[in-house]
């Protein structure tokens, strides 16, 4: 039987995407190659025929995942891509997030998991991390170092803030957490 030549690209982004959720869900310990192969509706020999080992899943994740949903930070005027640089921190730093971790961002579900790994995947998040720096940078007013500086400060309240709310029991106290980091993220906009 002959596939079609694209058969085995879309195999693989299919593992990649329910993997990618799988992940966000369990974490890199808390799920198998068996789980993670069923997750995708493949068996674990294909699993294996696209990623080596369930590391070249967590950096295939990475690289696919991180910081893709962040605005486009050439487009538009700086008004507007600021505009949407707050929209996008509204949406992010949300209890709608924090509730969502199989649809939401890697940082917060996988950065520990990341810290862990082997230096592969911790490379790929190295610069995946200094593209989404660089891009929340463009789109601040000010000086370089002072633009990278608060670019830094927003993306370590997004993830941080995401992270500690899941942790906490749900209520008025985690919410209260979400609001608080939203406003001074915002704030460092300009």
Known sequence: MRYPPDQKAKAKEAILQAGAQALRTNGFNGIGVDGLAAAAGVTSGAFYSNFPSKQA???GVIESCLGK???????GSVAERRDLLRQWLTEYISVCHRENPASGCVMPTLSAD??????????TYRLRMAELIGKVSAVLGGNEADRERRAWSIV?????????SRAMP???EANRAIDHALETAVSLIG
């Open 170 to 172: 749900d209520g008025e």
């Open 57 to 59: 899943l967590l950096e």
């Open 156 to 164: 370590s309240m997004m993830v941080g803030v995401i992270s500690i």
């Open 114 to 123: 990341v810290a862990r790994a082997g230096p592969a995947v911790r490379e």
């Open 69 to 75: 949903s962040f605005i486009d930070s050439d487009t």
